[in-house]
């Protein structure tokens, strides 16, 4: 009878360049190197005593309204001023003021004296000035505590391998953020099933650990060959080592199992055989970056072909709770002779065609599905499940080597490597759960529509739910954020005005706030005067993660007044699940709102109402219409022309609008209120009579 072999279509290895290592690093202000001498347009300093006095809630610092108390710093802001522009000053912290000084365990109730902080400013110039010496002279001020250059960051869960700056796919998957989320256990397992060769896989240095021992931590220990080191290196390589590369399982164990067919042993009877081992030694992970090939009666020409006992191998591990991740093939190449396809692409490639098998085709490093490579087949439209990046892929070679191949070999693992950081996030979590998990949060990237409905959303046949996403998979399996907490509202104060002012906390270390990148900012306003015409909660706007509060314009003169504004927010993490709200905070306010819901189609023209009451005593209410988005001003002034009070002096939108006037510090008389809006202005009369 004859023999079977099972044969596995290993991708060719192209070998590139090795692309420079670049270090993120993050600045809140950019900082260039001109001519040897560092520039930057924005300086950092802070007074040991009160130079500039200000107000709780100032942001950016207006000389005439606080003037600079200190000769010398006045004198060198001007001379600064005439080589590099006048400067913008920024509160470092504005709610701060002199002699804030006392803090607060909100845990302990320990009060503690700490460094005031009111007098840090950011000095931002119009075009970038010299470093070393501008802070020279700052320095040198008696009054300066210290001066110095914007701060620059770099994220410390950025693994140190020297190769992880050229390992582009990382980033593209979101693999450091996911990594803020978990990097992964060592009781997870992934079983690397492939074939056997010379060198040994694991005494690669890139699969040491630092306290001794490798990452295999079972299996076949003579797994080896440069396929198998590419596949087990995308998986799991060592990382944050100071070696080679990063992989994408940072913390997770490997399992080794390697078949050949030198002993004359039927493959087809060793492949099923080391899957059952997979499961018995605990894997929590298979991965399958092969394709079963039948042997026709010409030794040249092959055929992908289901055997039936892969097939049943591959439900056990299934039913036993295993994720299986397998290959979806590459091009037509890599079946030169197949009688049955033709050796074109699309055709079933097994065992990723299988029930329950996850099957991953590969991205370009354009977010581009990979035109030529293997995809779903009329036959079988649901084939493809997922995709993820395979074109130069950085991983292990030979010699402790490295390369950079190409193939939906690299792209299995990197799937498998996702699944195994779920399962270490949550063990409870089933096959199903994990699929769920990465198809659902998937980026819907590539040339190709996704014109096809599946379980979890849109799909194509070529790249099925889209290229992995690390981050948001991770983030859905995270399970639904916290309600944002410390949750307040208070009064922020402007020059002229006074608005509501709402903030929060996120503690990015906190496992249900890690992963929130969004706050949706809801709000009611309640009339006191007209109840029945109050409006529902509706939505304000989405913010991002930082900063944590919010100052909203849109509403004037907060602090007192006839209105009411509620607001209550929720969190949203990546995979777009949200949290509860939190209860609502309310601020008082004094002028009327632009209606949340508006009849677009209505004309609103430029007009300006009575006042009402007319006469009044102290306060009457001034109604107007703004036709179009513009600065809008309202001024009273006396009986000879002189101004006497600013009411509204800022930008508008398009609308209605309703304001108090407090005439309290006002003689009796007559008055005229001026509205001034785009070039146009229209007055009327008011009578004070007290």
């Known amino acids: 009878m004859k023999t079977l ?41 802070a007074f040991n005593r009160n130079v500039i006095p200000t107000t709780a809630g100032t942001r950016i610092v207006d000389t005439a309204r606080f003037p600079i108390q200190d000769v010398a710093v006045k004198t060198l802001l001007r001379q600064l001023s005439a080589h590099y522009g006048v400067p913008t000053i920024r509160k470092t912290i504005p709610r701060l003021i002199w002699g804030d000084t006392l803090v607060v365990n909100r845990r302990t109730g320990f009060i503690s004296r700490v460094q005031d902080m009111s007098q840090n400013f950011a000095v931002d110039f119009p075009v970038p000035v010299p470093l070393d010496s501008v802070l020279t002279i700052f320095r040198e001020l008696p009054c300066v505590r210290y001066a110095e250059q914007p701060i620059s960051v770099h994220p410390l869960i950025t693994p140190n391998d020297p190769l992880f700056g050229s390992q582009w796919y990382l980033n593209t998957i979101k693999a450091p953020q996911a990594w803020n989320i978990t990097t992964g256990i060592a009781a997870t397992r992934i079983a ?34 440069r396929h198998p080191f590419g596949v087990a290196g995308v998986a799991a390589a060592t990382t944050n080592n100071g070696t080679g590369i990063a992989g994408l399982g940072w913390n997770v164990s490997l399992l080794g199992y390697y078949f050949n067919d030198l002993d004359n042993d039927s493959t087809q009877i060793r492949l099923p055989r080391l899957i059952d081992l997979a499961i018995t030694d605990g894997a929590d992970v298979i991965n399958c970056s092969f394709g079963a090939l039948k042997q026709e009666c010409n030794p040249s020409k092959h055929c992908p072909y289901d055997y039936q006992e892969v097939r049943d191998a ?54 581009q599905f990979v035109v030529g490579y293997n995809y779903s087949p009329p036959e079988n439209e649901l084939f493809v499940d997922i995709s ?104 922020f104060y402007t020059e002229y005005n006074s608005h509501p002012r709402i903030s929060w906390l996120r503690d990015p270390s906190h496992p249900q706030d890690v992963d929130v990148e969004q706050y949706e900012i809801w709000r009611r306003i309640i009339s006191n005067r007209t109840p029945s015409q109050n409006p529902p909660w509706a939505l304000l706007t989405i913010v991002g993660n930082t900063p944590t509060s919010y100052v909203d314009y849109s509403i004037n003169y907060a602090g007192g007044g006839p209105y009411t504004v509620r607001y209550r927010i929720k969190a949203v993490d990546a995979a777009g699940l949200k949290s509860d709200f939190t209860d609502s905070v309310g601020v008082n306010f004094g002028n009327a709102y632009k209606p949340a819901v508006e009849n677009k189609g209505t004309l609103i023209v430029f007009q300006l109402a009575q006042n009402y009451p007319n006469p009044f ?63 146009k202005a229209l007055a009327k009369s008011m009578i004070v009579l007290k």
């Not at 420079?20 to 809140?28: G, I, L």
């Not at 030979?398 to 193939?407: D, E, L």
């Not at 990465?438 to 070529?462: H, L």
Request: proline share 4%; charged share 15%; aromatic share 10%.
């Open 388 to 491: 993820a990046p395979s074109q130069n892929i950085w991983t292990l070679d030979y010699n402790n080597g490295y390369n950079a191949p190409s193939g939906t070999s690299l792209s299995s693992p990197l799937v498998s490597a996702l699944a195994a950081l779920i399962l270490s996030y949550n063990p409870n979590y089933s096959r199903a759960d994990v699929e769920q998990f990465i198809c659902q949060t998937a980026d819907k990237v590539g040339q190709y529509p996704y014109n096809m409905q599946g379980q979890f959303g849109s799909r194509n046949i070529y790249m099925g739910y889209g290229r992995i996403n690390a981050y948001k998979a991770l983030s859905m399996a995270n399970g639904n954020p916290r309600v944002p907490q410390n949750f307040s509202g208070n009064i």
């Open 5 to 45: 072999l099972l044969l596995f279509a290993i991708v060719g290895f192209l070998l590139v360049s090795q692309w420079a290592y670049a270090q993120e690093v993050y600045s809140e202000m950019p900082i260039i190197a001109e001519g040897g001498v560092l520039k930057c347009k924005r300086v950092v300093i």
């Open 192 to 225: 690397i099933i492939d074939i056997a060769g010379t060198f040994v896989v694991s005494n690669h240095i890139d699969f040491q650990l630092s306290g001794g021992g490798n990452k295999f931590v079972g299996g076949d220990g003579s797994l080896g060959g």
């Open 617 to 679: 005593n102290p306060q009457t209410t001034v109604t107007y219409t703004i036709p179009d988005d513009g600065f809008v001003s309202l001024k009273l002034f006396d009986m000879l022309g002189r101004e006497v009070k600013t009411v509204v002096n800022e930008f508008t939108e398009i609308g209605k609008y309703s304001v108090e006037v407090d005439a309290g510090n006002l003689s009796s008389g007559v008055y005229h209120y001026r509205l001034q809006h785009n070039g």
């Open 314 to 367: 591959i439900a056990r591990a299934i039913a036993a709770g295993v994720v299986v991740v397998a290959a979806a093939g590459n091009s037509e190449a890599d079946l030169p002779g197949c009688l049955n396809c033709g050796g074109r692409v699309p055709y079933l490639e097994y065992p990723a065609a299988y029930d329950g098998v996850m099957a991953v085709s590969g991205t370009t490093e354009q977010d």
